[in-house]
């Protein structure tokens, strides 16, 4: 049977059981058959939501995601192979800044990488497939087997697409590394996974890799590419190959390795082995397997190599397509599919699963505009490219609404003005984004006034919000294109299907523990996360593993609500779903996330920030992202980041780093005017003590970010320290 919200008290159900009323009144409906498995051809004015029982059944802040649509059982490549079958004709990468025949052994010089004009590459998922198909083949050829690492140094582009799908159908693992990491966390982070095999370009965001390699491997230049290294310092590493990045074309690329001491035999484009059909001889993978390293930011230490499996990673890429009302292609209607311009880093998460995968589980294209991210390059894609769906951190829509706010202006923005009719000489102004519909914001809260300005200036009215963590494939909430604008503003939306949520007291011991209570809906907790996409723990750490990690059944409280309710099917938001796990006392792995949340009583969830970045004023907890959000507020402020300061009183006191907007609000902004806003928002004790502006009095230009862009808060503290014992940005005068 089923259910459904009602405004009236619930009191008599079917077969004379009584049940207690619900946080969220319910009433019986008709059944109903479950979701399809798979994303079926849809009209364009049709939104598929995903089916979600995302409310809590009791006071407390638990909750569980629907059963429907079911889990995959597949590896990353028999998918894809699947994927290829179903869309074959239809786009499924466009590469702008690589030319049409990028991995052709003869192909001749183009474009520089980020012109992205003329002709680039497009690949159907006919020809993406061919090419994985062949990478697979020539990697294998090469030496690489099932559980190999495959390291990867690269910016988005081709290259990435294809190792994404040609490891997994080899049965290796893609290791995923930042290319602005040091020499020394290069070598760091090779040798933890134990990688066999490096691929690189000799350049990225300005920065030469030839001497780099050179540095820490001085075998290359005198072992040949058909030979394995054997580098002292680095024995795992058998092979390194060179991806390119250039405008020289295969042959003055093949001249330039050479030249380097590197080698013409290891070019990427030499690799592809594209006699024979599929992939044969390799061996055969599970679900269950790792399929990928994901490292850690790191803000806390060194960072930790996340091992995820083709389950935790496929299934989370469904799901977030699903919540994007993601509509694969239907020719018969006219409907090409949609088309991402995916702008986050592949070697991170969300350009890795919440770009790449969700797209691709829904028949969908991804575009890349250029290697890293331009916002100008961004807005040409979309533009152009017709694009339906635009992801990013916050950071990213604030560099491209300024971009759209110089334009209205008058100004000339290179890649954008000559776009506008006559160059924008004949008045008009404003760049159009008719195709734009949905796509992600996530890594920190989207300010109101940025969300607003997304949707009426960039069309974005089905933006989502997404919440997660590396360890966790990454997603675990998100928001939904039917959610109002407000909450999607200061919520990251429900949990998703298969996930479960606790929200549990923060005085809990150093490691997990199933007995650690709930607190009560609305009140703050950590926030823990369970179900199919936490990962299979640290690779070669399993101290940290546990102290994050524990297997354990839900918590008694929701196993006897969902007894009492008897495995029946509800109606919530106007989607049926199932209401029961079917397995109640099915052990579940847990994380814990280290992040500070509250659930409300329908299940939304919001992260009021991280538990060891909570500042504790005279005993009160004072809450980051809160005060930044208010900060955000005041007109002049263009970004801000609150931290805590050392107080000899009251233990800690509110400190506040801010960037100026270019503006002549910006420019008049002082210090007395950011306490007493904050003052007037959320009392006095969350009025910053401490007020610093980026680049003035000492202080650095930009804020210290995270590989993966996020503000190392444990640095700016330190900052902060030392800037408040020489007396620098005293905001507070007793």
């Known amino acids: 049977m089923l259910l459904r919200r009602s405004s009236r008290p619930l009191t008599l159900l079917s077969n004379k059981l009584q049940l207690r009323p619900l946080p969220h009144q319910l009433q019986l409906l008709t059944p109903t058959r479950p979701a399809p498995l798979l994303p079926l051809p849809l009209s364009r004015s049709f939104h598929l939501s995903l089916p979600r029982l995302s409310i809590p059944l009791t006071p407390l802040s638990t909750v569980s995601g629907p059963l429907t649509p079911p889990l995959l059982n597949q590896t990353l490549g028999s998918f894809w192979d699947q994927q290829v079958s179903l869309y074959p004709s239809s786009l499924a990468l466009v590469c702008r800044h690589e030319v049409p025949n990028q991995h052709a052994l003869d192909s001749p010089p183009g474009h520089k990488v980020g012109e992205g004009e003329g002709e680039?590459?497009?690949?159907?998922y006919e020809q993406m497939g061919e090419h994985v198909d062949a990478l697979a083949r020539g990697l294998s050829r090469r030496g690489v087997k099932k559980g190999d690492r495959v390291a990867v140094v690269l910016g988005n582009g081709s290259a990435y697409a294809l190792l994404q799908w040609a490891t997994?159908?080899?049965?290796?693992?893609?290791?995923?590394?930042?290319?602005?990491s040091s020499?020394?966390?290069?070598?760091?982070?090779?040798?933890?996974?134990?990688s066999s095999t490096l691929l690189i370009s000799p350049t990225l965001r300005g920065r030469p890799f030839l001497p780099v390699l050179h540095s820490l491997f001085p075998s290359l230049s005198r072992t040949p590419a058909d030979e394995e290294l054997k580098e002292e310092g680095c024995e795992a590493l058998k092979r390194v190959v060179l991806v390119d990045n250039t405008d020289l074309g295969a042959k003055g690329f093949g001249t330039l390795l050479e030249s380097e001491g590197v080698g013409k035999g290891r070019d990427f484009r030499s690799l592809f082995k594209w006699e024979g059909v599929g992939v044969e001889g390799t061996e055969e993978c599970r679900p269950d397997e790792i399929v990928n390293f994901q490292f850690t930011s790191g803000t806390t230490g060194l960072p930790k190599a996340v091992a995820l499996t083709h389950s935790n990673v496929l299934n989370n890429g469904l799901f977030i397509g699903r919540c994007m009302a993601l509509r694969p292609p239907a020719p018969m209607e006219g409907w090409e599919g949609e088309r991402l311009v995916n702008s986050p880093p592949a070697f991170h998460c969300f350009g890795l699963v919440l770009g790449n995968l969700a797209l691709w589980t829904h028949g969908g294209c991804v575009i890349y505009a250029s290697e890293s991210f331009s916002p100008s390059l961004a807005l040409r894609a979309a533009h152009l490219e017709r694009a339906t769906a635009l992801h990013g951190v916050p950071t990213m829509f604030i560099a491209e609404l300024a971009l759209l706010r110089k334009?209205?202006?008058?100004?000339?923005?290179?890649?954008?003005?000559?776009?506008?009719?006559?160059?924008?000489?004949g008045g008009a102004r404003r760049l159009e984004f008719g195709s734009l519909r949905t796509g992600i914001a996530a890594g920190s809260p989207v300010p109101d006034e940025v969300m607003r300005s997304m949707v009426e200036r960039m069309n974005l009215k089905d933006l989502t919000i997404t919440y997660g963590m590396s360890e966790t494939s990454p997603a675990t909430c998100m928001s939904t294109t039917h959610d109002p604008l407000?909450?999607?503003?200061?919520?990251?939306?429900?949990?998703?299907?298969?996930?479960h949520l606790r929200i549990v007291s923060p005085s809990h011991p150093l490691y997990p523990s199933p007995e650690t209570p709930s607190v009560p809906l609305g009140e703050a907790g950590e926030l823990w996360s369970g179900g199919y996409a936490v990962m299979e723990g640290y690779w070669r750490n399993e101290r940290a593993s546990r102290e994050v990690m524990f297997d354990a059944t839900l918590p008694d409280e929701e196993v006897e609500a969902r007894r009492k309710l008897g495995g029946q099917e509800v109606m919530v938001d106007g989607e049926?779903?199932?209401?029961?796990?079917?397995?109640?006392?099915?052990?579940?792995?847990?994380?814990?996330?280290?992040d500070q949340a509250t659930m409300d009583p329908q299940g939304y969830v919001r992260i009021v920030g991280r538990i060891k970045d909570i500042i504790i004023r005279g005993g009160e907890n004072l809450f980051p992202v809160v005060i930044e959000a208010r900060m955000l507020k005041l007109v002049g402020v263009e970004d801000c980041s609150i931290i805590s300061v050392p107080h000899p009183l009251m233990g800690e006191v509110v400190g506040a780093f801010i960037q100026r907007s270019p503006s002549p609000a910006?420019?008049?902004?002082?210090?007395?005017?950011?306490?007493?806003?904050?003052?007037?928002?959320?009392?006095?004790?969350?009025?910053?003590?401490w007020v610093w502006y980026l680049g003035e009095e000492g202080v650095e230009e930009a804020y210290p970010v995270t590989q993966s862009g996020k503000i190392r808060k444990v640095e700016l503290r330190e900052w902060g320290k030392k800037l408040a014992e020489q007396g620098i940005g005293k905001a507070r005068m007793d």
Request: charged residues 25%; glycine residues 8%; contains cysteine.
């Open 120 to 124: 680039c590459l497009r690949w159907s």
């Open 168 to 180: 997994a159908k080899i049965g290796a693992i893609l290791v995923c590394i930042n290319p602005s």
């Open 183 to 194: 020499s020394s966390e290069l070598l760091s982070a090779l040798n933890l996974t134990t």
């Open 407 to 425: 334009l209205e202006e008058g100004e000339w923005v290179e890649g954008l003005s000559d776009l506008l009719p006559e160059g924008g000489k």
């Open 486 to 499: 407000p909450l999607r503003c200061h919520t990251v939306g429900r949990v998703l299907p298969h996930t």
């Open 576 to 594: 049926k779903q199932e209401l029961a796990p079917a397995k109640l006392e099915e052990r579940i792995r847990w994380i814990r996330t280290g």
């Open 666 to 689: 910006g420019r008049a902004l002082t210090s007395t005017m950011v306490r007493e806003h904050i003052t007037e928002l959320l009392g006095h004790q969350s009025a910053p003590d």
